[in-house]
């Protein structure tokens, strides 16, 4: 949690400041966790630590890390900035109790699957790198949803949700869990491209929705950031996986860390690049700050459904 008090959007701008990236090099040997879990492996020590010790993460510490509030279609939103540049938030209590049971019910009554990654040449296989179930929700196939869908697209500004891929719901159980990764996609070349990559561009940004979060582990570490994400149930976090010049942040890699006890259910949206207000609005081509995310920040964000 961050050490300032909720202030209005409209203040917010004088704490604008970029943040330094940790020093990832810098972490404490003799904390390593002592449970194994298939797939440690592809974890180092760093991101592993940053996972469960608080002495680690370093995010509350930061003087650019402020809570704001604004106020938006007649509702209140509270979101924590974290990091200012690149933007990493975390979006409190966005949704209601009611569309949290609601979401989990439908994830109940739906097939998961074994998740796969996608290697260098763009090729989908299985791996200890990600252990985690999933399925696929198109938004307006459910109320519960498109409830939680229609509150995204209303409460976030300045991004079009329209141009995004459809929802994919994610069950984490014991020993789950995700080894540090990007969400922006390489290619070796263009002749590799999906139709998602052709028609829409390449992933612009991530928004994780929680809905059930687990006993012990689960939280999202960004080892370049030394930023360690622990939301709660109705939360929701984002971040940018491009910078302005639509190339790879690099200071975007995540990775979910293991669940030790309890389960860890959330879903994801990948926001592409295609007609993002946001791009063409951009005084550089470096890291994408959080400011952007504010309401009349930019023009043109008027999005057809």
Request: hydrophobic share 40%; proline share 5%; with cysteine.
């Amino acid at each position: 949690m961050c050490k300032t008090n909720f202030y209005l959007f409209i203040f917010a701008s004088s704490f604008l400041s970029p943040v330094s990236t940790y020093d990832n090099d810098t972490y404490y040997e003799d904390d390593v966790f002592e449970e194994y879990f298939e797939g440690e492996k592809y974890w180092d020590d760093f991101s592993l630590n940053l996972c469960e010790l608080p002495v680690i993460d370093k995010t509350s510490e930061w003087r650019g890390a402020v809570c704001v509030e604004y106020l938006v279609n007649f509702q209140v939103v509270k979101m924590e900035i974290l990091t200012w540049r690149p933007a990493l938030v975390i979006y409190r209590d966005l949704f209601t109790k009611t569309q949290v049971n609601d979401y989990l019910e439908l994830m109940k009554d739906r097939d998961f699957e074994e998740q796969s990654v996608v290697d260098e040449d763009g090729n989908e296989f299985t791996s200890k790198v990600r252990k985690a179930n999933g399925t696929q929700i198109v938004a307006n196939d459910y109320p519960a949803s498109r409830s939680i869908f229609e509150t995204v697209k209303s409460l976030i500004p300045n991004l079009n949700f329209e141009i995004a891929e459809d929802i994919i719901a994610l069950s984490y159980k014991s020993a789950g869990h995700y080894a540090p990764h990007h969400d922006y996609l390489v290619y070796p070349s263009e002749n590799e491209w999906d139709g998602w990559m052709r028609n829409y561009g390449n992933r612009f940004a991530t928004l994780i929705m929680v809905f059930e979060t687990a006993i012990s582990g689960g939280a999202t570490v960004f080892p370049q950031l030394g930023a360690s994400v622990k939301p709660n149930p109705g939360d929701a976090f984002f971040w940018f996986n491009a910078m302005g010049d639509g190339e790879q942040e690099d200071l975007s890699e995540h990775g979910g860390c293991p669940i030790y006890a309890g389960t860890k259910q959330i879903s994801t949206i990948w926001i592409r690049m295609k007609e993002q207000p946001i791009l063409s609005n951009l005084l550089n081509s470096g890291s994408i700050p959080a400011h952007y995310l504010f309401p009349g920040a930019i023009r043109n964000t008027i999005f057809s459904s």
